[in-house]
Every structure is written in structure tokens, then in C-alpha cells.
């Protein structure tokens, strides 16, 4: 085989798992993501719970870099302590490194069943979860077969000159490898598959143990820096996780690369192959990252805060000025015209969102500041919904072919939705907040823990409406109206399990009875509102039932 044969089977090989390794993160993401969302939300209590939360997600994600996104996400929206999302990221570290670990082992005989019993759930289930479900197992199907077909595209190099060549100057110059490693990492988003790569070649017996520890070491570099390039442009309050997590992961891998080459420690100790010692090299330096940086969280959150807090004290000076998208010269070009009111309708959204986010924070500590901030955001909220419906109303005055004017009429119905949510949340929700704060009630523990649940659904399912408003995609609307099914079912189980605390006497189940019913009801409210959004899909697309009752019979 020549070089350049090789080279391209090698490159398909890595591009396989790439593919595959996302293959198993969009099935997790469709059938789970809300679940997912909802751990990393309760997530938020402790730093020891978060750091677990992590690792299963990253686990089940296969992938540190989508845990970070998730948890930037939460930190802007309010819902995620800086020191509680850096234990988070440690873990999601270690669990990003207990992927490769399983992957380590010889689990080639799933490969076939995985694909029969995937693609048979994938092509005939009746149900989303099924579907995604056949598409995780045959994206682990296809994992097990990119490494096969690695390994059989990397034997070659055992008998090759110019690859000995390369291996023997980088088993003297291990910084360039670990460059090398961070490099190669960061240009193909995955130092799962980066470091299965260098896996794949030790287990060929041409890549050493030390320089493949110094080049999955570059890897952990180069995964910082993935989830700081997908957030750069984010709020602070989400960046700042990712610089934290890199400052522990960059810091901890120099750390380390400059114990491998100063102390050279006995790598037996780590496996009996170099393909063992380098993946347990990887699960050891995660695992150790987490125990050192759990404690460290506080004072790291501490120093970024204080850091990253002037460079945003610099920029706040400066008078933030709102540009609108509704451009009234758009108005003679109907789509231009109906993309900017979808863009201004997003930002109704995003606004809705910072001001669901914080909601069972103020039940919980009552912030008065707090709860006028999110007061005064209703006035941009009924601004924006006139400014939308003023817009469209002279847009439909022109002559629309019947697909724009159905767009507009949508698009003026999800603006008083949204500003419906928003009512809801200052007239019911804040004042429920100010009632429990001044009456000084405390809800039962499982009083609280469920309407934590509740919100934190919502809370993803908003996101998944205003993904939905952008994308259009069928998929996507009929999730969100499963998950408006299920909602209903939740408040209906968790009005049944309050009423049972009532019967048996819990003091605080009592006290905040009222308060604890009405709170559920405005949460299944404002998640049908939302819901409304995948309704013209939906309806569309022939997925919508005319109505819920049966045909009566004549």
C-alpha cells in the first residue's frame, strides 16, 4: 500500500468516528437532551453533585465540549454558579476520558448487533425515542468499526521509514508533541477520537508509550480550547466557565507533561501494551485533575471573577444601544421583511428566557433588587410585541401571496404568545415569589425539588421553541408538543403528590399549599404558549390532529 493509499484509508477511518461520535451525541441530544438539561439544572446544589452530573453527561454525550456548551448555556441564562459549572467541566473531563476507556476494551462482537437492532429500531419504530435509540446503537456500531478499520489502516506504518523518522524525533522533543496533540485535537473537534487515533497506532507498535502519554496530554490541551472557540461568543457569565475549566486543564496537562519528562515514572505500572498505559495515562490524568481541582472551584471562581469582571466593567461603560431589525425599507421585499421580524421575535425569546431563568432563585431568596430588574424587563417585552405586530399588520397591507401572509399571521400569534409568558411571569410568578418571601414559608423537599423539575422543563422547552423558530424543522415541533404532553402529565402527578403531603399532615406542605398549586398551573400555562410555536409546523406537515376528541357517533 502506498503512503498516499494509506494516508487517505486513515483519514476515512478518523472521519468515521468523527461522524459516529456525533451520530451518538444527536440521537442523545433528541431523545434525552431535555432530560439531560434537566440534570445538569439540578445540578447546581453542590459542587461534588455537579462533578457527577458531569461525567454522565459527558459519558452519554461522548463528549466534554458538549457539556461545556450545556453548561455555558445555564451560567448565562443565571442558572449555573461559576464555582459549581468548573466542578461541573472537571467532571465532564473525566467522563469524556471513561469514554475512551470503554472504547479501549475489544467490544468488536457488539458491532453486528448493534447495527441489526439499531437499524431495525431507527427504520421501523413507532416512537422518537425509539428512533433515536436505533440511531445511538448504530452510531456505536459504526464507532466499533472506524476503529477497526484504523487499526487495519495504520499496520502498514510498522514497515515504514518516514513514520519511524517522525516518531523518533518527537520521542525527543515531547512539547512538540504535545502541540502536536492540541493541534491535531482542535482541527478535528474531538479529543475523544484524537486520542483513540493514538490508541489505534501504539496498539500497531508504532507509537511509544511516553510519546503517546505527551501527545493525549496535547489533547486535553486542545479540548479546552474547542469549548473556548464555541463560546467566544457568548455572555461572560458563560465564557467564564470554559476559561476556568481551561485554566485547570491547560495548567494541569503542562503540569504533567513536565512530570513525564523531568521524573519519567514507571509506565508499566499503567498496563502491559503502550496502548493500555496511554489510555489509563489519560483516565489517571482526569481523574486526578478532579480530585485536585474540586477543592480549588471557590478560589478559581474567585480569581476569574475578579479578572474577567474588570474587562466587562471596562466595556459596560459604554451605552448599549439596541439596533431593531425591523427594517421599514424591507417592507417592499416580503421574505427580508418576515426574517427580520422572525430575528426581532428571537430576541422576545431570548428576553422571555432571562427572565424565566431566575424564577425559582427569587421563590427561594426573594432579591428585591432582583425581582425589579425582572420586572422592568416586561416593559422591553410589551415594547417589542407592538413594535412586531405594527410591523407585520403594514406588511400584510401589501399584496403577500398566501405562504407570507400565513407567515405573518403566525408570526404575530407567536408574539403575543410571548408576551403572554412574559405577563404571566411578573403578574403570577414574582408575586408568588414576593408572597412566600414575606409571608417567610419554606416548601416540603419534595415540594421543591418537583417544582425545580417543572421549571427547569420549561426552561428547555422554550429553548427548544426558539431553536424551532429558526430551524422550522418537523422534528424539532413535534418534540416540542410531546413534551407538552408530558408536562401536563407532571403537573397533574405533581398536584396528586402535593395533595397527598396535605393528608398527611406536612407542616410546610400546608403553609405553601397555595402557592406551590398555583405556581405549577403558570408553569403548565406558560409551557403551552410556548408550545404554540410547533403548532403551523406541525400543522403543515399533516402531524397535527384537527382536534383531541373522538368523532361522536350519529
Not at 31 to 45: E, F, S, V
Not at 92 to 100: F, M, N, P, R, Y
Not at 169 to 180: V, W
Not at 253 to 272: E, M, Q, R, Y
Request: glycine share 10%.
Amino acid at each position: 500500500m502506498t503512503v498516499s493509499l494509506m494516508l487517505l484509508h486513515l483519514a476515512g477511518a478518523v472521519t468515521l468516528l468523527l461522524f459516529a461520535v456525533r451520530m451518538v451525541r444527536t440521537g442523545v441530544e433528541r431523545a434525552h437532551g431535555a432530560g439531560l438539561r434537566r440534570a445538569i439544572g439540578r445540578a447546581r446544589t453542590g459542587a461534588v453533585k455537579a462533578a457527577a452530573s458531569g461525567t454522565i453527561a459527558a459519558v452519554v454525550l461522548q463528549s466534554s465540549t458538549a457539556v461545556a456548551v450545556l453548561g455555558a448555556g445555564f451560567a448565562a441564562s443565571g442558572l449555573l454558579g461559576l464555582p459549581v459549572g468548573l466542578s461541573l467541566m472537571l467532571g465532564a473531563d473525566l467522563g469524556s476520558a471513561l469514554v475512551v476507556r470503554i472504547l479501549a476494551y475489544d467490544i468488536s462482537w457488539l458491532m453486528p448487533i448493534c447495527l441489526v437492532v439499531g437499524g431495525a429500531l431507527f427504520l421501523n419504530g413507532r416512537s422518537r425515542e425509539q428512533r433515536q435509540s436505533g440511531r445511538i446503537l448504530v452510531g456505536i456500531a459504526l464507532i466499533l468499526l472506524s476503529l477497526r478499520l484504523m487499526g487495519e489502516a495504520t499496520a502498514p506504518l510498522r514497515e515504514g521509514t518516514f513514520f519511524a523518522l517522525v516518531v523518533d524525533y518527537l520521542s525527543g522533543d515531547f512539547l512538540t508533541a504535545f502541540l502536536l496533540g492540541a493541534l491535531f485535537t482542535w482541527a478535528v473537534h474531538s479529543s475523544v477520537g484524537a486520542i483513540l487515533l493514538f490508541m489505534t497506532l501504539a496498539a500497531q507498535n508504532v507509537l511509544p508509550a511516553d510519546l503517546g502519554i505527551a501527545l493525549a496530554l496535547g489533547a486535553n490541551f486542545g479540548g479546552g480550547l474547542i469549548a473556548l472557540g464555541l463560546t467566544r461568543g457568548a455572555s461572560i457569565e458563560a465564557r467564564r466557565i470554559v476559561i476556568g475549566n481551561m485554566v485547570f486543564r491547560g495548567g494541569g496537562s503542562l503540569a504533567a507533561l513536565f512530570l513525564l519528562v523531568t521524573v519519567a515514572p514507571p509506565l508499566d505500572l499503567l498496563g502491559a501494551s503502550a496502548a493500555a498505559q496511554i489510555v489509563n495515562a489519560h483516565l489517571l490524568f482526569n481523574a486526578t485533575l478532579l480530585l485536585i481541582g474540586l477543592p480549588l472551584c471557590h478560589p478559581m471562581a474567585r480569581v476569574i471573577e475578579g479578572v474577567i469582571g474588570l474587562a466587562a466593567a471596562e466595556k459596560e461603560e459604554l451605552p448599549e444601544t439596541r439596533i431593531s431589525a425591523l427594517d421599514r425599507g424591507a417592507l417592499k421585499v416580503p421574505h427580508l421583511a418576515i426574517a427580520g421580524a422572525t430575528r426581532e421575535l428571537l430576541g422576545m425569546g431570548e428576553t422571555v428566557q432571562r427572565m424565566l431563568a431566575p424564577v425559582m432563585e427569587l421563590y427561594e431568596s426573594g432579591s428585591a433588587p432582583l425581582i425589579a430588574r425582572t420586572r422592568a424587563l416586561d416593559d422591553d417585552l410589551d415594547r417589542a410585541q407592538a413594535e412586531i405586530k405594527t410591523y407585520l399588520t403594514e406588511l400584510a397591507r401589501s399584496r403577500l401571496d398566501q405562504a407570507d401572509a400565513q407567515r405573518c399571521f403566525e408570526l404575530t400569534g407567536h408574539a403575543i404568545s410571548l408576551e403572554h409568558v412574559g405577563d404571566i411571569i411578573v403578574k403570577d410568578l414574582l408575586a408568588l415569589a414576593e408572597k412566600r418571601r414575606d409571608r417567610r414559608l419554606a416548601f416540603s423537599e419534595d415540594g421543591w425539588r418537583e417544582l425545580t423539575d417543572l421549571h427547569q422543563r420549561v426552561l428547555s422547552n422554550l429553548q427548544l421553541a426558539l431553536n424551532l423558530l429558526v430551524s422550522g424543522d418537523r422534528e424539532t415541533a413535534r418534540q416540542l408538543v410531546e413534551e407538552k404532553d408530558r408536562l401536563r402529565q407532571l403537573e397533574r402527578d405533581s398536584s396528586a403528590r402535593h395533595l397527598k403531603r396535605l393528608r398527611e399532615g406536612s407542616i410546610n406542605a400546608i403553609e405553601t399549599s397555595e402557592i406551590h398549586l398555583e405556581t405549577i398551573r403558570h408553569y403548565k400555562q406558560i409551557n403551552s404558549l410556548i408550545a404554540t410555536i410547533a403548532y403551523p409546523i406541525l400543522s403543515q406537515s399533516g402531524d397535527l390532529l384537527e382536534s383531541r376528541l373522538a368523532v361522536a357517533e350519529g
